[in-house]
Structure formats: structure tokens, C-alpha cells
């Protein structure tokens, strides 16, 4: 049997945690008048400038975390915690980017990036002159007045980070942004936002499926089982930055991903179970 290790409390001299996850839970009513737990007893620290991934199987609690940080909805239990804030709602220092990118279709690739900046009340040209240097810099050069409808998926992604850095958010969290992507374009992507988050040391909490993909990017990975969610092991990620494609047959790597793998398979649920 499997048991999540006990998380240390920050000592005194310890910097506070960017995001603190707080023994949190969270249940959902079933149609049958039921309820699904979907979360139990969650706790995981992020400190600031952290790329932490979560990894799980389907049905886990991976999203419905993203969205209790993000303040999209409530726990049940328990409390996250922002700069050492309860989060109550939905907080302007983090930005959401989902597996679709939900980019404005009648605007061009240049007008939604800078969509954040409007809200904000930035005025429209120094928008796009503080956003275009950016656009050319991180691979868009030459799409600035195209519309999404002519961008491929992962230019979309690009265009959908790039807006959401813009925001000018402390936190982003990555909800499986590369899932729909092709097994080359996806290569591509993670390499592009190792790039974008060395340059910008945003604090990332970033959910996948994907166990290289999480071990390439990271600097600690979140194992999560299900019945209910819950973190199973918090495994730091040691390899050198910047890290080069070629990490991936490292023994270190190799050790990590059966680590990870091993934690999933142990947790699965029988086929009987599933039946």
C-alpha cells in the first residue's frame, strides 16, 4: 500500500510558499443524489518561480485542483493560499491556460494577446507595442495580423501563453495546454516554454498525462492517485538547466519516469473494479 509522505511545514526561515495547497478537498453531487470526492486531503507548497507538474490518471482531480488555485470554485475543505492570501474567488495575479486555446476568432492573432492589456485599461497602441516585440521574439513573427482560423494548434498555444504572460500574473497554470498536439509539435511546444519561463520566471503549476513531458519541463512532479485525489509523491527534478532533448536518456531521467510510472500502475484500478 501506497502513502502520500507527510508534507514539512516551513520553518522560520523558510521563505513562504508562492502557492500553499492546505489539507484541501472537494466532492461533487452525483445525478443519482450521491456524491463523487473528487479531491481528499490535498497539501502541496509552491514556491515562487517553480515549474511544478502534476501527474495523474484521468478522473484524479488534476483540473478541478487548477481550478480551486485559479479561485474558479471553492474546496470543501482546507484552503490554498496566494502570496500567504486565502484565495476567494478568482485572483488577478494567476492566469488560466486550458488544453483549448480560446482565442477571439474575429481578432488577429495581435489583438488577442493583447486582450489582457485592454482589460486592464492599457491604452490600444502601447498594448500592441509592448506585445509585438514579444510576438516576433517567440515565434509568431510574420502571424501578427492573421486571424486563429489560419494559425496551426501550436502557434494557437503560443498565442494563448503569450496573451496570458501579458496579464502581468505572478502564477499560470497549464491545463494540459499540449495534450491535442501532435507528437512533434508537442516537442516543439515544451521546448518553447522552457524558453518563455526561463526568461519570465513565472511561477507554473502545469497539469499533464504525459510523464516525460512533466519531467522534461519540472522542477518537482506531483504524482496523484484517484478515490479519492490525492498527491501519492512529490519527486524533485535534479537534471541541469537548460535542459537539452537528450535528457530523456539519462539514467536519472530513465530512474524517474519508472518512479512515476510505477506509483500510477500501483494505484490503477483493476479491471474489475472498472467494470
Keep these: 500500500m501506497l502513502v502520500a509522505p ?8 523558510s521563505p513562504s510558499p508562492k502557492i500553499a495547497i ?40 488534476k483540473s478541478t485542483l487548477l481550478r480551486l488555485v485559479a479561485g474558479l470554485a471553492a474546496p470543501d475543505a482546507g484552503e490554498i493560499l496566494l502570496d500567504g492570501r486565502r484565495v476567494a474567488g478568482v485572483d488577478r495575479q494567476v492566469g488560466f491556460v486550458f488544453q483549448q486555446d480560446a482565442l477571439l476568432p474575429w481578432r488577429t492573432v495581435l ?15 502601447e498594448a500592441r507595442e509592448r506585445a509585438l516585440p514579444l510576438l516576433r ?5 510574420g502571424f501578427e495580423y492573421l486571424y486563429p482560423n489560419a494559425l496551426s494548434g501550436g502557434m ?16 499560470i497554470l497549464l491545463d494540459e495546454p499540449f495534450g491535442a498536439l501532435d507528437a512533434q509539435t508537442k516537442a516543439h ?13 513565472k511561477t507554473v503549476v502545469f497539469v499533464t498525462h504525459d510523464v516525460e513531458e ?22 524533485p527534478i535534479r537534471l541541469p538547466r537548460p535542459r537539452e532533448r537528450t ?3 539519462s539514467p536519472e531521467f530513465v530512474a524517474i519516469k519508472e518512479r512515476c510510472l510505477n506509483l500510477l500502475a500501483a494505484t490503477a484500478p483493476k479491471l474489475e473494479e472498472a467494470a
Excluded at 507527510?6 to 526561515?13: C, G, K, L, V, Y
Excluded at 470526492?37 to 502534476?54: C, E, K, M, N, R
Excluded at 498555444?157 to 502564477?171: I, K, P
Excluded at 506531483?222 to 478515490?227: I, K, N
Design 6 to 13: 507527510q508534507p514539512t511545514a516551513p520553518t522560520a526561515a
Design 22 to 61: 492546505r489539507h484541501v478537498a472537494k466532492g461533487f453531487a452525483t445525478p443519482d443524489g450521491g456524491r463523487y470526492q473528487a479531491l481528499g486531503d490535498v497539501t502541496i507548497d509552491v514556491p515562487a518561480g517553480q515549474f511544478l507538474s502534476i501527474v495523474g490518471p484521468s478522473g484524479c482531480g
Design 111 to 125: 489583438d488577442n494577446v493583447i486582450l489582457g492589456m485592454e482589460i486592464q485599461g492599457k491604452p490600444l497602441r
Design 137 to 141: 521574439k517567440y515565434g509568431l513573427s
Design 156 to 171: 494557437r498555444q503560443r498565442a494563448a501563453l503569450l496573451r496570458t504572460l501579458l496579464f502581468d500574473t505572478d502564477v
Design 189 to 201: 511546444m515544451q521546448e518553447w516554454l522552457m524558453q518563455l519561463w526561463s526568461d519570465f520566471q
Design 214 to 235: 512533466a519531467i522534461f519541463l519540472s522542477d518537482e512532479i506531483h504524482v496523484m492517485g484517484t478515490r479519492p485525489g490525492r498527491i501519492l509523491e512529490a519527486i
Design 247 to 249: 535528457v530523456t536518456l
